[in-house]
């Protein structure tokens, strides 16, 4: 597999640092709000790539971190009048809710930073000891930047161009500006620890370079997170971590890259941020991981309502065509044919194009544009009267579905029964454009008395008015159905 280390600035062969074992950690979120969709993508690049290895054969040990203890969080407690921890523990819930709806799996290793002070305090003195750090007469422990020669190694930014824009902010006892804070003294009113220093609490930069050695070990295989964590606190945890143990931090740094809401920058002070339950209100949660998957994880990534709606068409065609496929593979009487050999090659070249898809840096475009293939594929057997009567097209038909299956799984999609999806969706699309299935249904029943008693005309009127309503119907010869036209 080639994987895009953002360190190398290059794709390279991801070697395990430990035959068939993975030690992979993600920064996980500051639990003071509500996730974003750019949680929701980082969150689905990450499941796919644990899955992806995980289908390989390869064990996967995987860390995800939650900051209970921060600045933000602080705030949010004082405009809520509660604790810290109660809002912590708010959020976190509140995390879990959203990414089980979007099928993410659970990490195996999930720490809360207020966990992990104790090893955050003993990184920090040995930092101090070894001259890479200093504590401040008021209680602060800062890192000295400058002591570590290849700081900016992971963001290419230089020390003099980070001179140019730093400043020492009233209070602080910075020996160089461009120190950063290990270790903070206590204020009123904010949760504290003892520490050498004096009462306090750790920098945020700090907590993941203590709980990611304590719980895998180094070097990481793997050390992921968002494009805007790349600076400054990947590369602070890259100076502290090296620094104190002598060693490389992670041999792969993966980065997926940002979300942008109709084409600008997505940030509360522009009035565009979107919550995934924001997201959730407007279509059904697979449509929004299957949309996460459409683009590459490293490309920056469009969101509006106009690509939620194309994704959900996607989906609703591979949904449509399994639904076909359980149809024709279960109420078919099979000829002794064989299925042209031409057609069997086609399918293994597309499943061959799936997997060099995903080996080549996890390019889920290219590998849903082979699923999307299968599709295809599949429906033209089902057209064909002759190769869908044949023991040839249902065995492509089977090893399809089964395709379809294996690599959805992967993906984190097209996990739910195709009946049952379509008619989730179809409700959907009609709640987010005010139509009323009890109404719909209502009128489809007036409709069949209509049928049943050869009123034609009333049963023209009602098709008429459900049109109207942007319904289309369509007779079958199990009855009447619908969907949001």
């Not at 799996?105 to 930092?127: C, S």
């Not at 969101?303 to 996607?314: H, N, Q, R, V």
């Not at 889920?364 to 293939?373: I, K, V």
């Not at 009602?462 to 009447?480: F, H, Q, S, Y």
Request: net charge negative.
């Amino acid at each position: 597999m080639q994987l895009y280390n953002t360190i190398t600035r290059s794709k390279e062969l991801f070697v395990p640092v430990t035959a068939g074992r993975v030690n992979m950690y993600v920064c996980g979120i500051t639990a003071y709000d509500y996730c974003h969709i750019g949680h929701a993508r980082s969150a689905v690049v990450f499941d796919v790539m644990v899955r992806y290895l995980r289908s390989q054969g390869l064990e996967v040990r995987f860390a995800r971190n939650f900051t209970d203890v921060d600045d933000k969080i602080i705030k949010r407690a004082q405009q809520e009048q509660s604790t810290s921890e109660a809002v912590s523990e708010k959020y976190i819930n509140a995390f879990y809710e959203d990414m089980d709806r979007l099928n993410i799996l659970r990490a195996d290793l999930e720490p809360k930073a207020t966990e992990y002070i104790g090893e955050m305090v003993r990184l920090a003195k040995h930092l101090i000891d070894t001259g890479y750090a200093y504590a401040t007469p008021s209680g602060d422990v800062y890192f000295r930047v400058r002591a570590f020669k290849p700081y900016g190694k992971l963001s290419g930014r230089n020390l003099e161009e980070l001179q140019a824009g730093a400043r020492v902010a009233p209070g602080e006892e910075k020996e160089d500006p461009l120190d950063f804070a290990l270790w903070k003294s206590a204020k009123p009113g904010e949760p504290t620890w003892d520490s050498p220093w004096g009462p306090g609490r750790p920098g945020w930069h700090l907590e993941c370079s203590a709980m990611s050695e304590d719980l895998l070990g180094l070097p990481l295989d793997i050390h992921g997170g968002g494009q805007d964590l790349i600076f400054p606190h990947h590369e602070n945890e890259i100076a502290q971590t090296e620094a104190a143990a002598g060693k490389e931090f992670s041999n792969f740094w993966v980065h997926n890259g940002f979300v942008q809401i109709d084409s600008e920058k997505m940030s509360k002070s522009l009035g565009n941020f979107v919550t995934i339950r924001d997201i959730f209100g407007y279509c059904l949660p697979e449509v929004l991981r299957f949309f996460l998957v459409t683009a590459h994880y490293r490309s920056p990534l469009d969101y509006s309502t106009e690509a939620l709606d194309e994704a959900e068409k996607g989906i609703k065609r591979i949904y449509s065509a399994l639904a076909q496929m359980e149809e024709v593979l279960a109420g078919t009487k099979w000829a002794a044919t064989p299925a042209p050999k031409e057609l069997e090659d086609e399918l293994s070249l597309l499943e061959a194009g799936f997997v060099q898809a995903m080996e080549d840096d996890l390019n889920t475009a290219a590998a849903l544009g082979h699923l999307f293939g299968m599709v295809r594929l599949a429906g033209r057997i089902m057209e064909d009267k002759t190769l869908r009567k044949s023991q040839g097209g249902k065995a492509i038909l089977e090893r399809i579905k089964a395709d379809v299956a294996g690599y959805a799984k992967i993906l984190g999609v097209l996990d739910s029964n195709p009946a049952t999806f379509l008619i989730d969706l179809r409700d959907s699309k009609a709640r987010r454009k005010g139509i009323e299935a009890a109404a719909v249904e209502a009128l489809l029943a007036a409709r069949k008395d209509a049928r049943a008693n050869k009123d034609f005309a009333a049963s023209d009127r009602i098709r008429d008015e459900l049109a109207a309503m942007g319904v289309d119907v369509k007779d079958t010869p199990a009855g009447a159905v619908w969907d949001v036209a």
